[in-house]
């Protein structure tokens, strides 16, 4: 593999990913919407089995459509973030093939195609301008928990459907369409999902340092067809 490749696929591995992803096949949401506060009165405190299989139903949904995709990452602590990554693009959920365009502000943009097992990529940085090149996505793995790799949106989905307890918070408005919102918590599996040895390690050992569960949520919000049309990591 030439530099130019080589260099390349280290941007790739460690590009990093959208906490929230929006699927909007129908709604005309912006990234990082999080809509209108919850109906007075429709909120439920009791974690189920119903719930849960509310939202695993509503992300299988979404997988057999195709959809318009958008992402937003902050990064950092405090009121205002460091940095933020954010980018759009069109994916088939069902066939697994997509494409996104992600940049963070003007240092940096990447444009990514899934297509037949493989992830190619070309983008700026900097100076530094790198041609097409691929790797196959089953060796790009994740390096840190809630960032998926290669900023895939259905690594986003099936991390999210690995949810578990969740319950309602409440009927909301997302830009003009009706949503449910749920709140669930991650499994360490889905936390850890298609992680690297090395970084599986780190989680593992942060889980039994925390008592034995590190506390992530999830937030889904399901439309009126049943369909998952936004995740997110807060």
């Not at 009165?41 to 695993?56: I, K, L, S």
């Not at 918590?185 to 569960?213: C, I, P, Q, V």
Request: glycine share 10%; with cysteine; aromatic share 4%.
């Amino acid at each position: 593999m030439n530099r130019s490749s080589t260099a390349k696929r280290r941007a790739l591995a460690s590009t990093v990913l959208c906490t929230a992803l929006l699927t909007t096949g129908c709604a005309t949401a912006e990234s990082g919407s999080t809509g209108a506060a919850p109906t007075a009165g429709a909120t439920t405190a009791t974690p189920g089995v119903a719930p849960t299989r509310t939202v695993q139903a509503a992300v299988e949904a979404t997988g057999r459509t195709t959809a318009r995709t958008a992402l937003r990452t902050e990064l950092g602590t405090g009121a205002a973030p460091a940095h933020v990554i954010s980018g759009k693009g069109a994916y088939d959920f069902a066939r697994d093939r997509g494409t996104v365009s992600v940049g963070l502000a003007t240092a940096a943009r990447f444009e990514e195609v899934f297509a037949g097992g493989r992830v190619y990529v070309r983008g700026d940085a900097g100076d530094e301008t790198m041609p097409w090149s691929c790797v196959d996505r089953d060796e790009v793995e994740a390096r840190h928990i809630l960032r998926a790799p290669a900023n895939d949106p259905g690594y986003t989905l099936r991390q999210a459907a690995m949810g578990e307890k969740f319950e309602q918070v409440g009927e909301e408005n997302l830009s003009g369409t009706p949503v449910t919102r749920y709140r669930g918590l991650l499994t360490h599996e889905a936390l850890t999902l298609k992680m690297t040895k090395e970084s599986r390690a780190k989680t593992d050992r942060m889980r039994d340092l925390l008592g034995g569960r590190i506390p992530a949520t999830v937030e889904v919000w399901v439309d009126e067809r049943n369909r998952a049309v936004q995740c997110a990591s807060p």
